[in-house]
């Protein structure tokens, strides 16, 4: 599978260090936000990761809904519960909880599918930022703090019509930001494509912190950061 390289499987718990994580925002999802850089003092696993772990061990299901509960650090080992039907929790040997997924419908578990379906989404996630919440932003007056951007997941959904498609593509069709003082609630839906025909839905819900009014002279500093952090490549910083 794909995602061997992104985290381990110790004494039957997952493992996900921050080299792997990097690597996954950087390779897979085109995502140079630096808090997932291995060295950034406020590191984080990327939330598609974790989705991408849960639909490799628990298949596609034709409903799934993913609550992101808290931020995953550095090598946490995550356990993978069931404590109800169609419900999955991640969490630590402590009990924290950082995903919860429910599910229903018909599922498969056909690698080539989930994995072309995985790197689909994930390829549409990393075009959040900027080509979709710099001009959304722009269009509502208000941008994050330029100086500690923060965009987080809260949660996404899907509804697939079925499972047998083939040549996936996701199509964003609505984009919306809702600002309440400081905090911006975004929701971004996505028809799924295959063969350029519509198979189902995708949504999914950001929040974005330190909201203030949009300043295009600071918002050229965080593109022309962002354009730099890309152009250097693949940098995983001084992690083992």
């Known amino acids: 599978m794909f995602l061997d390289r992104f985290h381990t499987i110790e004494d039957g718990r997952v493992h996900i260090n921050a080299l792997q994580a990097s690597r996954f ?17 406020r590191f984080c696993v990327p939330g598609d990761l974790l989705f991408a ?15 992101f509960k808290n931020l995953l650090g550095d090598g946490v080992a995550l356990e993978f519960r069931e404590p109800a039907p169609d419900t999955i929790e991640v969490c630590d040997q402590n009990g924290k ?14 690698e080539t599918l989930i994995e072309d379906f995985t790197r689909c989404y994930v390829a549409a996630s990393g075009k959040n930022f900027p080509h979709t919440l710099q001009p959304l932003m722009e269009s509502k007056g208000v941008m994050f703090n330029p100086d500690r951007p923060m965009v987080m997941y809260e949660s996404m959904s899907l509804a697939l019509e079925r499972l047998d498609a083939e040549s996936l593509d996701l199509e964003l069709h609505n984009a919306d930001l809702e600002a309440n003082g400081k905090r911006g609630n975004v929701t971004l839906e996505y028809r799924l494509l295959s063969d350029g025909q519509p198979v189902g839905e995708v949504a999914k819900r950001l929040v974005l912190g330190g909201l203030r009014p949009y300043c295009p002279d600071a918002m050229t500093g965080v593109l022309e950061e962002f354009y730099r952090l890309k152009a250097r490549g693949v940098d995983y910083g001084s992690t083992p």
């Open 25 to 41: 925002a950087k390779e897979i999802a085109g995502d140079f936000n630096p808090i997932h850089d291995p060295d950034a003092r």
């Open 97 to 110: 909880v950082y995903l919860e997924v429910t599910r229903s419908g018909p599922v498969t578990r056909d």
């Open 53 to 67: 772990v849960v639909l490799s061990r628990f298949g596609l299901s034709t409903a799934m809904t993913f609550q």
